[in-house]
């Protein structure tokens, strides 16, 4: 996938690299005199924002995948090709979903770099929510991007072949995926090198994680189902740092770990973020009134999603998984339902996997990490901790989205600080 074509791009060379692409220059126009800023805030890449110097209007966003992980450094090398599975699911996206993702102007898969739409008027959903911002639609709007995308990429609306001909496309994505597997379902349940440190949330999780093995089996569990189930092509980043918004409009981006894996996977992750910014309101300004909001999402998101994904599923034709005549009308839709409820527990596990990563792991969330008393974050931590482990362990209980919303108002019943 990768020749050597590549280089590294950087603000001396990017004028002239833009000036020769005219579906870049049809956006910025005069590319002799741009004004370039590296704002990339990711854990992988390099992104610049490249704007017109006499015409801030016009402008364009470059990411560009270096050959290592740009989060730890050169020590840490990581193919780039990962850019070429975002310049895939994002093609697909413009695609399925255009109102919900960046348009591209330009794709190269041997640069490792996509020029794509800025969004100038919005901000990283998990910075507004940090600030105890609320958007009124971006519930909907991520339910809509969840069911839209996995439902149209699932073997229950696609044909066998041209399924596994997209698969194939995704498969490779095979050093992401170790990423997930080693950050997400493994480092963090144990003593790893990589993991991050502050005393009083190691102590407590020596105790109570690293010791739990009904937890720690529950999330191999879940690594089984990233590792095997290929329900659908998933975004696999999703959190609130892969949302851009402002008051009306929402867009997802940052797909580059995208890969066919299990469709809880991504509402898992999207429903921990909310949870651990909730807990950080606690401490945050947000507040009471902040925190109901970001638990009152939760549901919107879930309904959202299903009430799409079963309206794509009744008009869907035959697929990889129906033949007209195999089931009758009633046996159709009762099957559906217990796959819904399947999938809303997969999601409370997924959910619980994602919110222990983010507590123990490397790759933390600025919502708890950037409190700076270390006692107080920590309690906030073993909070997290707390409810991930209870999810985890009642997930099968759930039979609705009401009941994780009962468990989970359940749990910040007790004090948190
Ligand atoms: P990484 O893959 O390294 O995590 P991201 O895709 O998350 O990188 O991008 C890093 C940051 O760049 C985002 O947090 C956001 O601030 C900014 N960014 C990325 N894409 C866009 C875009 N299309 N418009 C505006 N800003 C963007
Ligand atoms: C080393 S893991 C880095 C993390 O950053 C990305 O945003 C993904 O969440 C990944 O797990
Ligand atoms: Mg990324």
């Not at 839209?148 to 229950?156: K, M, N, P, V």
């Not at 072949?161 to 095979?174: G, V």
């Not at 990423?179 to 990589?194: A, G, K, N, R, V």
Request: include cysteine; glycine fraction near 4%; hydrophobic fraction near 40%.
């Amino acid at each position: 996938m990768s020749n050597d074509s590549y280089r590294v791009l950087d603000r001396d060379s990017l004028p002239g690299y833009l000036a020769e692409i005219p579906e870049v220059t049809a956006v910025l126009g005069d590319c002799t005199d741009l004004e370039i800023l590296e704002i990339g805030d990711g854990n992988l890449n390099f992104v610049y924002r490249v704007n017109n110097a006499t015409d801030s209007t016009k402008s364009v966003i470059v990411k560009q995948a270096v050959p290592y992980l740009r989060m730890v450094g050169e020590e840490w090398p990581l193919s780039r090709d990962r850019m070429t599975y975002e310049i895939r699911a994002l093609s697909l996206y413009n695609e399925v979903v255009p109102d919900l993702v960046p348009t591209i102007y330009h794709a190269d898969e041997e640069m490792s770099t996509l020029v794509m739409q800025c969004l100038s008027d919005h901000i990283i959903l998990r910075i507004g929510m940090i600030e105890g911002i609320t958007y009124p639609d971006v519930a909907e709007h991520i339910g809509l991007f969840m069911a839209e995308t996995l439902f149209t990429t699932s073997a229950w609306s696609m044909g066998s072949l041209e399924r596994r001909e997209l698969m194939d496309r995704f498969t490779m994505n095979a050093e992401l995926c170790k990423l997930t597997e080693e950050f997400i379902f493994t480092f963090p349940y144990m003593d790893h090198e990589s993991n991050y440190s502050n005393p009083a949330t190691d102590a407590w999780a020596k105790e109570n994680v690293h010791t739990d093995i009904d937890y720690k089996r529950d999330v191999l569990h879940f690594k089984d189902l990233f590792v095997s189930k290929t329900d659908a092509l998933l975004h696999a980043d999703l959190h609130s740092g892969s949302l851009m918004v402002n008051q009306q409009e929402s867009y997802v981006i940052d797909m580059e770990f995208a890969y066919f894996g299990p469709f809880g996977f991504d509402v898992g992750k999207v429903i921990s973020n909310f949870l651990l910014c909730c807990t950080s309101h606690y401490h945050r300004s947000g507040g009471a009134e902040y925190r109901e909001w970001l638990l009152e999402q939760i549901p919107v998101i879930w309904n959202t999603f299903e009430a799409r994904f079963l309206e794509l599923w009744e008009a869907a034709g035959e697929s990889a998984m129906m033949t007209n005549g195999f089931f009758s009308d009633t046996e159709l839709a009762d099957m559906r339902s217990a796959f819904m409820v399947n999938l809303l527990q997969e999601s409370a596990g997924f959910a619980a996997c994602s919110m222990a990563r983010r507590t123990l792991g490397i790759a933390g969330v600025a919502d708890i990490r950037d409190i700076e008393d270390l006692e107080i974050r920590s309690t906030l931590e073993i909070a997290n901790l707390k409810l991930s482990k209870r999810l985890m362990a009642e997930r099968n209980t759930l039979s609705t989205i009401d009941d994780m919303l009962a468990l989970i108002r359940d749990y910040y019943s007790s004090p948190i600080l």
